[in-house]
């Protein structure tokens, strides 16, 4: 999509949302998917008090560098749109994941994550 409009991409994470609100019929979802394999989805949240409030806890968000697409891969603003290859789609993915790797890398320590390690799931 970034390609056919010629938008940059910014490669976003953010950390702790899971702090966010408990969950408190957890092990009722977990215990019916067991029984039955069908996801019970129940959208109750609160926070640690059993309130429909969140936890007010922080919400980290890091910012990567903008992937210019057009400066990355050396293609002019018209012959963007008639060069959406596979190989090229490939290229922004491996730019965008680099990066994503490379603000890990540089803040997890200060965001209480240094034990972990980043996973990419495909």
């Known amino acids: ?3 056919q409009k010629n938008y ?8 702790h949302e899971n702090d966010y609100y408990n969950n ?3 092990d009722l979802q977990e215990f019916c998917y067991k029984l ?7 959208p109750y949240y609160t926070n640690r008090f059993y309130l ?24 002019g603003e018209e012959g963007m749109k008639e060069n959406i290859t596979e190989e090229r789609i ?8 680099k ?3 490379r603000c890990w890398v540089e803040h997890k320590d200060e965001m ?3 034990d972990r390690e980043l996973c990419f799931v495909i």
């Open 52 to 75: 429909p409030m969140s936890n007010r806890k922080p919400l980290r968000v890091i910012m990567g560098k903008r992937i210019r697409l057009r400066k990355e891969l050396g293609v």
């Open 90 to 97: 490939n290229q922004i993915h491996e730019l965008f994941y």
């Open 1 to 3: 999509m970034a390609l």
């Open 24 to 26: 408190p019929l957890k």
């Open 99 to 101: 990066e994503v790797a």
């Open 36 to 42: 039955t394999k069908v996801p019970l989805g129940v």
């Open 8 to 15: 940059d991409i910014c490669p976003v994470l953010m950390l």
């Open 112 to 114: 209480g994550f240094e």
